[in-house]
T-cell receptor
Framework: ETGVTQTPRHLVMGMTNKKSLKCEQHLGHNAMYWYKQSAKKPLELMFVYNFKEQTENNSVPSRFSPECPNSSHLFLHLHTLQPEDSALYLC?????????FGSGTQLSVL | GDSVTQMEGPVTLSEEAFLTINCTYTATGYPSLFWYVQYPGEGLQLLLKATKADDKGSNKGFEATYRKETTSFHLEKGSVQVSDSAVYFCALYDYKLSFGAGTTVTVRA
C-alpha cells in the first residue's frame, strides 16, 4: 500500500464515451503526476501539478483533460479517445524526493 | 537533459541465479537515484534508492551502489526467487524524475 489510490482499476470505453479517472492521496504531498504506460514503451509523463497548479503538460492531446481541485485529488477526464490510448494510467505523488505510485487504471478503448 | 539508460530485456533466469540489471545515467547536477519495481497488475513501487555518490541502497536482497565515476547504478541480487518476476525501472531525480525504459525479469522455478 503506497498511500495513493486510483479508481477505477479497470475501464472499458467506446470512442464516443466520456469518463474520468480518479487519484487520491492523503500523504500530505503537494505534487501529483499522471503517467501513461503502454505495452513495450517507456513510461510517458503526461501532466504535473504542484500546489494544484499545472506546471507541466507534455504535449498531451486535448482529449485528455486533467483537473486538480485540491492537493489530495487529481482527475483525468477522458473524451473521444482513440484505440491507441489504451494503456495503464498511473498517478503518483511526490514527497521526500521520491514518487509514490497508485496501482493504475487499465484503460481499454474500443 | 537528464536521462537514464538501462539494460534491455527481457531477462529470464532460474531460481537462485544471480541477477544484474545495468543502469547508467546522464545528469548535469547531483541527482538521487532509484530502482522501482512493478509486479504484474500493479503500479510502481520504490525498491531502493541512493541520494549521493558511494551510497548503497538495499532492500529485499537487492542492492545498488551510486557510482559517480562511472555514472552507474546497477541493480544486483545474489539469489533470485520466482516472486522477483517483475519489471524493474531505474530512475533519477534532479528537478524532476526521469525513468529508464524498464527491464522485464522472469524467474523460473
Amino acid at each position: 500500500e503506497t498511500g495513493v489510490t486510483q479508481t477505477p482499476r479497470h475501464l472499458v470505453m467506446g470512442m464516443t464515451n466520456k469518463k474520468s479517472l480518479k487519484c487520491e492521496q492523503h500523504l500530505g504531498h503537494n505534487a501529483m503526476y499522471w503517467y501513461k504506460q503502454s505495452a513495450k514503451k517507456p513510461l510517458e509523463l503526461m501532466f504535473v501539478y504542484n500546489f494544484k497548479e499545472q506546471t507541466e503538460n507534455n504535449s498531451v492531446p486535448s482529449r485528455f483533460s486533467p483537473e486538480c481541485p485540491n492537493s489530495s485529488h487529481l482527475f483525468l477526464h477522458l473524451h473521444t479517445l482513440q484505440p491507441e490510448d489504451s494503456a495503464l494510467y498511473l498517478c503518483a505523488s511526490v514527497g521526500g524526493g521520491q514518487l509514490f505510485f497508485g496501482s493504475g487504471t487499465q484503460l481499454s478503448v474500443l | 537533459g537528464d536521462s537514464v539508460t538501462q539494460m534491455e530485456g527481457p531477462v529470464t533466469l532460474s531460481e537462485e541465479a544471480f541477477l544484474t540489471i545495468n543502469c547508467t545515467y546522464t545528469a548535469t547536477g547531483y541527482p538521487s537515484l532509484f530502482w522501482y519495481v512493478q509486479y504484474p497488475g500493479e503500479g510502481l513501487q520504490l525498491l531502493l534508492k541512493a541520494t549521493k555518490a558511494d551510497d548503497k541502497g538495499s532492500n529485499k536482497g537487492f542492492e545498488a551502489t551510486y557510482r559517480k565515476e562511472t555514472t552507474s547504478f546497477h541493480l544486483e541480487k545474489g539469489s533470485v526467487q520466482v516472486s522477483d518476476s517483475a519489471v524493474y525501472f531505474c530512475a533519477l531525480y534532479d528537478y524532476k524524475l526521469s525513468f529508464g525504459a524498464g527491464t522485464t525479469v522472469t524467474v523460473r522455478a
